[in-house]
């Protein structure tokens, strides 16, 4: 079946850069996405990238896409202590169809 | 002001007592999903549903049932059936054109 993995944490200091890396199995993959979680609160969308493009940049956020190996990153420029969260990364295969998701990276920003 | 609600925040229930959780939305979207979180585990999906009158199973429906009368509302009733209910619940909903999936903020149930 489907499946997509992360690790568990990643611990940077305040105005580095994180890079947050995700696998995936399903070839038929066609949108992959990014989710931010504060604690007690729902996810928030943060970007998601079609898997006909390689590389996707909003503001700090950068996705890079390799889909030859399945391999999904989202980088953090510059750091900030707000950045501290849990980070989702999901696929779909198409429409409407269901969301699977990793089970979320937690990064820790030092000050 | 546009956006997915869910109500309560927090709910508390007795063992072998029903109790649904609400999950609302002003967004005109056709899909709606409900998702069980635990800690470490990420999110599994419990029911989903594409289209009003119609709702699919997701890998952990057991102990869950469901229903979409209506196109705004997508409630979520954990039975007595449901062994382990104390979990963070997750509501979304997302539109076929725009390949976007929104979340509400959660329902968190404890069971005593």
């Known amino acids: 079946g489907e499946d997509v993995e992360q690790s568990l944490f990643l611990s940077v200091r305040e105005g580095d850069s994180s890079v947050i890396n995700c696998t995936y199995t399903?070839?038929?993959?066609?949108?992959l996405y990014w989710y931010k979680q504060e604690p007690g609160a729902g996810l928030q969308l943060l970007t998601y990238?079609?898997?006909?493009?390689d590389m996707k940049q909003d503001q700090r956020l950068t996705v890079l896409l390799n889909k030859k190996d399945k391999h999904l990153s989202l980088r953090i420029a510059d750091t900030q202590t707000g950045d501290s969260a849990i980070y989702f990364c999901?696929?779909?295969?198409?429409?409407?169809?269901?969301?699977?998701f990793g089970k979320g990276t937690r990064l820790s920003v030092i000050a | 002001d546009g956006g997915i609600t869910q109500s309560p925040k927090y709910l508390f229930r007795k063992e072998g007592q029903n109790v649904t959780l609400s999950c609302e939305q002003n967004?005109?979207?056709?899909?709606m999903y409900w998702y069980r979180q635990d800690p470490g585990q990420g999110l599994r999906l419990i029911y989903y549903?594409?289209?009003?009158?119609?709702?699919q199973k997701g890998d952990i429906a057991e102990g869950y049932s469901v229903s979409r009368e209506k196109k705004e509302s997508f409630p979520l009733t954990v039975t007595s059936a449901q062994k382990n209910p104390t979990a963070f619940y997750l509501c979304?909903?997302?539109?076929?054109?725009?390949?976007?999936?929104?979340f509400g903020p959660g329902t968190r149930l404890t069971v005593l």
């Open positions: 549903s594409q289209i009003v009158n119609d709702f």
């Open positions: 979304a909903s997302g539109s076929r054109g725009d390949n976007e999936q929104f």
């Open positions: 990238i079609f898997s006909n493009m």
């Open positions: 967004l005109n979207h056709d899909a």
């Open positions: 999901a696929e779909r295969s198409a429409g409407n169809t269901p969301l699977v």
């Open positions: 399903d070839s038929s993959s066609t949108y």
